[in-house]
């Protein structure tokens, strides 16, 4: 079964920093366009950041531009998302998910993508 595994949530206090990490079990990243979301109690699921296939191409959400950072390591299968300044508000789930959209650009819609991971807690406490 294909599988997204995000880590690296947790509990963290506002201007910390953490780091999220996502693992494709059998499948390769190399083959999709990669993307992290976040959903907080009572909000819909909303899209965080994007990296095309080759990771020269990203999309970062107007309210954590300049805070986090996507990238990409297709040689470990893995996709980062990198947060700076933290604030409460960036409290929710994070999910990774995989898009196979054939295009060389990032994607936005959470019905752009096929695969999701369960999700990692992130917490920001002021």
């Known amino acids: 079964q294909e599988q997204l595994v995000e880590s690296g949530g947790g509990l963290v206090q506002a201007g910390g920093s953490l780091r999220l990490s996502c693992v494709f079990s059998r499948r390769t990243i190399r083959g999709y366009i990669m993307g992290w979301f976040r959903q907080a109690p009572g909000k819909e699921r909303e899209i965080v950041a994007a990296i095309n296939r080759s990771g020269g191409t990203t999309y970062t959400a107007d309210s954590v531009q300049g805070r986090f950072t996507i990238s990409r390591d297709n040689a470990k299968n893995t996709v980062y998302l990198e947060m700076n300044s933290l604030k409460p508000e960036d409290t929710a789930i994070y999910y990774c998910?995989?898009?196979?959209?054939?295009?060389?650009?990032?994607?936005?819609?959470?019905?752009?993508?096929?695969?999701w991971g369960q999700g990692t807690q992130v917490t920001v406490s002021s």
């Open positions: 998910a995989a898009s196979p959209i054939p295009i060389d650009n990032t994607v936005r819609r959470v019905t752009d993508y096929t695969y």
